[in-house]
């Protein structure tokens, strides 16, 4: 199987302005996580879709965003980006309610946003 | 909360040697899964080894055992063998049964020298 990917892998933007990333999951996984990382706090969980659905979210403003479509693909979009917004930003997708493996997190390789 | 932590920030080893990771976590809950991921260079999160809470029997994966001690809330990783393509830094991570969000450590650094 294909796994996560993740587009575009690199991205500067300006203060103010918007952003949105898209992750395609593995086929056949109906999940997708979304994971802030930086040097300073380290990687920290931002949201979770499941069937088009936001079932969990992370301790992030309301400038944070997401959605799902019917493909389980997953967007989310950072308006008004500030300079803290600088991060590498991780997509995992994952198979929950299943067994042998599948309800494991699979990362792709990451969007690195760079605001100035 | 649960909480992830890895008082290692940085561990060294040679070709060939075993190298030991630490990882402690904090939780109320009974049933939860545990990982450690591996984030060399490239920054790809890679998946190492898992283990659920309810197997008591320790994970192993080929060079990548651990080593879980459930009453302790430890969860450590043990490198066998090691080799250069095993330096990266490694991410401990822990995640509630039913839940997707996944709790990460701090890392450690591993270092491995010819």
């Known amino acids: 199987k294909a796994g996560v990917t993740q587009t575009p892998r690199y991205l500067i933007k300006t203060r103010g302005q918007q952003v949105t990333l898209s992750c395609s999951p593995i086929s056949g996984h109906r999940s997708v996580s979304w994971y802030q990382q930086t040097p300073g706090q380290g990687l920290q969980f931002l949201f979770e879709?499941?069937?088009?659905?936001?079932?969990n979210k992370g301790n992030f403003p309301g400038r944070f965003s997401g959605r799902q479509f019917s493909n389980s693909r997953s967007e989310m979009n950072v308006s008004t980006l500030e300079l803290g917004d600088s991060a590498l930003y991780l997509c995992a997708s994952s198979l929950p309610g299943t067994s042998g493996g599948e309800e494991t997190q699979y990362f792709g390789p990451g969007t690195r946003l760079l605001v100035l | 909360a649960q909480t992830v932590t890895q008082s290692q920030p940085e561990m060294s080893v040679q070709e060939a040697e075993t190298v030991t990771l630490s990882c402690t976590y904090d939780t109320s809950e009974s049933d939860y899964y545990l990982f450690w991921y591996k984030q060399p260079p490239s920054r790809q999160m890679i998946l190492v080894i898992r283990?659920?809470?309810?197997?008591?029997q320790n994970a192993t994966e080929n060079r990548f055992s651990v080593n879980f001690q459930k009453a302790a809330k430890s969860f450590s990783l043990k490198i066998s063998d090691s080799q250069l393509g095993d330096a990266a830094m490694y991410f401990c991570?822990?995640?509630?049964?039913?839940?997707?969000?996944?709790?990460f450590g701090t890392g450690t650094r591993l270092l491995v020298s010819p």
């Open positions: 991570a822990y995640r509630n049964t039913g839940f997707q969000k996944l709790v």
């Open positions: 283990q659920e809470a309810y197997k008591q």
């Open positions: 879709y499941f069937s088009e659905t936001q079932r």
